[in-house]
């Protein structure tokens, strides 16, 4: 057994049936019961849902009864849940902490535990270092306090009370606009066609299939093609895609071409800043688009750019008033809404736009690139036996020095390397979530972003 179980970017996560066994979720749930008891919640309140992965449910009830052994009133979801709605429920319940059973965009191998606080966001890395800290061997005469109890209750249907309120959703579903909805089979199928009507969501994937059909749950363009076939051929006016528990968001416009995350976060800044009245900071985690600064510059709003993870992102919301926040990989959070990720949220927000603006989502992507310049992005995650090394070398100040004839004029180690150009940039980090190694560019053009790292692989030699 594992005895130094860790949690990454996002939540532990691990392979099922290697570290993700019912005895190490015995050893977080007793641990995450034991950071609550030395805050003084001796008989604490817990949310606790799960996605579509495999056991899902089994994994879930089995962490219930180990918490319930400890001595906490456990709220859990009957169904699979997306993590938003267990965000919002830790919330709005008055819960001291809420769990997702889930491996997020990992592949269908792994699964994993995230811990949500009391405000309705991840757990800080504080809260994180607390419960790692409490994480000890089993011990066969160990007797949990007991007193505890377990309640169902179904989170998705509150979630959804709750969106309702949020949304002119009689105005969204008379406007005319149809999506498709690609849940790459998680938890965030068949959401928005029980909050906008089946007539004007084009379903896809939202069927219980815990293997994926053999594709990471992650919604970024090479796992997007039919989404992508689907909303021209079917003449839609947006794709939406979530990852497996539905806290992140890919996009696709009515053309079928991919909107980064980077280009959601800019147009949701200027629906929410220029045409909301609302203003706040812009949070941006280390790899994302430097359009988030120009803007930020002419609008007279402060941005910050923080280490790559949403546990980064989801305390500044907290202790400032922030207009967005968000990160590369989809997950976005806005003002006036929980402190989370929230791909059923955002998208919402994205058809309120589309609705208000009465422009099509291309002209709006192209009229951002017309007030800020043309900004593309690539992203290649690379499995190497060189990782390691790399990595190492990195850390000891070595860099690039040009990268596909672009001079490197200085670097930024926040979180990995990044290597500055006049026009562009490259980040070469360590996943968080996953053994991979993470390259990711932005240039003036998309074969430019591409280049540089493609330049970047072959001089790394992987």
């Given at each position: ?83 938003p709605a267990v965000s919002w429920a830790t919330q709005a319940f008055g819960a001291q902490a809420g769990i997702v059973i889930t491996a997020s965009h990992n592949p269908a191998e792994y699964n994993g535990f995230k811990i949500k606080a009391s405000f309705g966001g991840p757990a800080t890395v504080e809260m994180i270092a607390a419960v790692e800290r409490e994480v000890r061997p089993l011990e066969p005469a160990y007797q949990a306090p007991g007193g505890g109890e377990l309640v169902e209750a ?252 672009r001079r490197v004029r200085g670097t930024d180690r926040l979180d990995g390397v990044k290597h500055l150009m006049a026009d562009a940039w490259l980040l070469v980090r360590a996943s968080g979530t996953e053994p991979v190694l993470r390259i990711y560019a932005e240039a003036p053009t998309r074969d430019e ?14």
């Open positions: 057994m594992d005895s130094t179980l860790r949690f990454g970017t996002d939540g532990w996560r691990a392979v099922v049936a290697r570290e993700f066994t019912f005895a190490n979720l015995t050893r977080m749930a007793r641990a995450t019961a034991a950071w609550l008891r030395q805050l003084g919640h001796t008989r604490p309140k817990i949310v606790l849902g799960y996605d579509g992965r495999f056991m899902g449910s089994a994994f879930a009830g089995h962490t219930a009864q180990e918490l319930v052994r400890e001595g906490a009133r456990v709220i859990l979801s009957p169904a699979m849940t997306p993590t179904d989170l998705t249907a509150a979630y959804l009370a709750y969106l309702e309120s949020k949304f002119d959703l009689s105005a969204l579903k008379q406007s005319g606009l149809c999506v498709a909805h690609d849940a790459m089979f998680g938890a965030g199928q068949g959401l928005l066609s029980r909050l906008l009507g089946a007539d004007s969501v084009h379903e896809l994937h939202s069927v219980f299939n815990p293997g994926f059909e053999g594709i990471a749950p992650e919604p970024i363009e090479r796992n997007l093609g039919e989404l992508r076939q689907v909303v021209p051929a079917a003449g839609l006016d947006m794709g939406i895609a979530n990852d497996g528990d539905a806290d992140r968001i890919g996009v696709v416009d009515e053309k079928g071409r991919m909107v980064t995350s980077h280009m959601v976060m800019a147009l949701l800044a200027r629906y929410l800043h220029q045409d909301c009245g609302i203003s706040g900071t812009v949070l941006r985690t280390f790899a994302t688009s430097a359009i988030l600064e120009k803007m930020g510059r002419r609008w007279g709003l402060p941005v910050e750019t923080l280490p790559i993870g949403f546990k980064y992102i989801a305390p500044r919301f907290l202790e400032i008033p922030v207009l967005i926040g968000g990160e590369e990989s989809g997950g976005i959070a806005v003002a006036g809404h929980i402190c989370e990720r929230d791909g059923i949220y955002v998208g919402l927000l994205l058809l309120d736009m589309l609705h208000r603006s009465r422009e099509k989502l291309s002209a709006l992507v192209d009229a951002l690139f017309s007030d800020f310049g043309p900004h593309a992005y690539h992203r290649e995650d690379v499995r190497t036996s060189r990782q390691k090394a790399i990595v190492d070398r990195f850390s000891q100040g070595w860099a690039l020095s040009t990268i596909a004839g972003a591409r280049a540089l790292v493609t330049d970047t692989r072959l001089q790394l030699k992987i």
